[in-house]
């Protein structure tokens, strides 16, 4: 396969690119804070972009690309830090009226994997719709239904979540295959956010070591510096190896495993995003360890998509369970 973007997909990723940096700046980021992490405006004006809609057919108002598009895609909302469940809300489309528009938001729960408790709902209070993904199928629920308690403190500003202690049964709109095949694609998707982290916190790290001086130069002429930032370019490489064979191969199932691609690109891109974002904080001193230095804002993401849709340890154990039955 050729994990080149073709000229379309270049221009795609640059048109995401431009509207994502010019709708969310660093500077807005406390504004997008305080709005617990979602903003009407900027959800309409995703969904305007057709970022919902990307792989629906044109006769459902969709845009009709494919995987290896979507990956572009969510690597530029992850490079900026675009907040709100577009992840769940991308898989949303086509089962959820009105989830490709934007009118409705729809957010998830995933119990696929081992036992996880307490159970956490991001951007609960936003939310038109829960998918909740069961071993029988997937469950289209109300959150209004839900008990659950804010979270005071969340692991990451712009994602707020909710513990929740009750989960309704559910409208069951999709069967058990459907909802193994929504983990997997959510999986694909949340590597494709990881790499943007990856990139965006190197991109951070590069800027601020040329305009950093000491000793009456930038900090990005010291060996040490360099080598930290060269590591950081490797590892976003890797992640992006293993974001576009996941969307390439979930396109083209019959040219390899793709339960082994995606497994392997979230374990690769998991890992590149929280390593990149703490090498960035290093590269940034002190001031990293800041709240108004937005380093640590791209560490706190990549520990938040670490958890959704299976960790870099669950997705290691399906690969040696797939290694293990070639033998």
Same mark, same amino acid.
């Given at each position: ?11 795609? %990723? ?14 807005? *980021? ?24 990307? %792989?629906?057919?044109?006769?459902? @108002?969709?845009? #009709? ?31 959820? #009226? ?9 957010? @998830? ?77 959510? $999986? ?50 890797? $992640? ?26 979230? *374990? ?11 090498? @960035? ?47």
């Amino acid at each position: 396969m050729d994990f080149q973007p073709t000229e379309d997909q270049k221009a795609l %990723r640059e048109g995401i690119r431009s509207f994502v940096e010019g709708q969310v700046s660093f500077a807005r *980021i406390p504004e997008l804070e305080k709005a617990k992490g979602f903003d009407r405006d900027l959800w309409n004006e995703l969904a305007e972009m057709g970022v919902f809609a990307l %792989r629906l057919s044109e006769a459902d @108002g969709g845009v #009709e690309l494919g995987f290896a598009d979507a990956v572009l895609v969510f690597a530029e909302l992850g490079r900026r830090l675009v907040p709100g469940p577009v992840v769940w809300s991308h898989l949303g489309a086509g089962l959820i #009226e009105g989830a490709a528009t934007g009118q409705t938001v729809v957010g @998830g729960v995933d119990l696929l994997g081992p036992a996880d408790d307490p159970i956490m709902v991001e951007y609960f209070d936003s939310l038109d719709v829960l998918l909740i993904l069961r071993d029988d199928g997937i469950h289209r629920g109300d959150p209004k239904s839900c008990e659950a308690t804010e979270v005071e403190l969340p692991l990451e500003p712009l994602t707020p979540g909710h513990h929740v202690t009750s989960l309704p049964a559910g409208e069951r709109i999709g069967e058990a295959a459907a909802a193994a095949r929504m983990r997997l694609e959510g $999986a694909a998707l949340v590597s494709g956010v990881q790499l943007g982290l990856s990139e965006g916190a190197l991109e951070l790290a590069n800027d601020y070591a040329k305009e950093r001086v000491q000793f009456n130069r930038p900090i990005g002429s010291f060996q040490a510096v360099k080598h930290m930032l060269a590591e950081m370019f490797v590892k976003q490489e890797a $992640a992006r190896a293993g974001a576009y064979n996941a969307g390439a191969t979930l396109d083209t199932p019959e040219v390899a495993d793709v339960q082994r691609a995606v497994s392997s690109a979230k *374990i690769t891109a998991g890992e590149s995003a929280i390593r990149n974002a703490r090498t @960035g904080i290093q590269v940034h001193g002190g001031m990293g360890f800041t709240w108004e230095v937005i380093a640590h804002y791209y560490l706190k993401r990549a520990w938040v998509c670490e958890n959704q849709f299976g960790t870099q340890d669950e997705h290691a154990e399906i690969i040696a369970t797939i290694l293990e039955q070639l033998d």
